[in-house]
């Protein structure tokens, strides 16, 4: 494997209900869950195969509340890879990325690569019928985008884990492949393509 490592440690923030737990339920067990009970702390591990290698793929969910900052922090040390959720029918979670979870993140996680992911992409369509609030509480995935790159996040991913494994485990590999491929990743230099990575 490249660097010689055979596992990868990534810890999932943000907002409570975003659909973090959902997200790696998907990935470790291969269920949606429409009822989760609230996480405070919680690790789980798959061994997944990236190009061609077993890896043992390491998540810490923590939950998103400001009084488990310190928790939180512990796993920030040991992680190679952030992976931030906001929810994409939820403008709240999604302003938050900048007013709460980019200042946590420079204070404890600095100079390793971030992955910005917007979920419950399945609620885009239709979830909310008046045309104005549907603008006001959607985000984009050109805002997204645009946030990934204000944050110095490598990439932007949207999923579904209800209705898209597949964007699920778009997200890990992704993880993955920044951590392994650190060259793909430059937070200094940002720039958009369309593929919404930032290099
Ligand atoms: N439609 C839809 N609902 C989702 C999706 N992901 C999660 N949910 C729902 O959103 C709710 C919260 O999901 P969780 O995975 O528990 O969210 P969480 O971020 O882990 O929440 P906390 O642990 O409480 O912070 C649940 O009712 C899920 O069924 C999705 O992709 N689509
Ligand atoms: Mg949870």
Not at 94 to 118: A, C, D, H, M, R
Not at 146 to 172: M, P, T
């Amino acid at each position: 494997m490249e660097n010689g490592r055979d596992s990868v440690s990534c810890v999932l923030i943000g907002d409570d209900n975003v659909g973090k737990s959902c997200l790696v339920k998907v990935l470790t067990d291969g269920k949606f869950l429409k009822e989760v009970s609230k996480t405070i702390q919680e690790s789980y591990s798959k061994l997944v195969v990236f190009r061609e290698k077993c890896i043992n793929l390491i998540i810490h969910e923590t939950a998103g509340e400001d009084k488990y900052k310190i928790l939180r922090s512990l796993w920030y040390s040991g992680s190679d890879i952030a992976i931030i959720c906001f929810s994409t029918v939820d403008r709240a979670s999604f302003e938050n990325i900048f007013s709460k979870w980019l200042p946590e993140i420079t204070q404890y996680f600095k100079g390793k690569p971030i992955l910005l992911v917007g979920t419950k992409s399945d609620l885009k369509k239709g979830s909310v019928k008046n045309p104005l609030q549907r603008r006001s509480s959607i985000v984009s995935f050109n805002e997204g985008c645009r946030a990934a790159e204000e944050i110095g996040a490598a990439f932007y991913l949207e999923c579904s884990s209800r209705k898209d494994s597949q964007s699920v485990w778009n997200v890990f590999e992704k993880s993955i492949e920044l951590t392994f491929l650190p060259q793909q990743f430059q937070l200094k230099k940002k720039k958009i393509n369309k593929t919404c990575s930032i290099q």
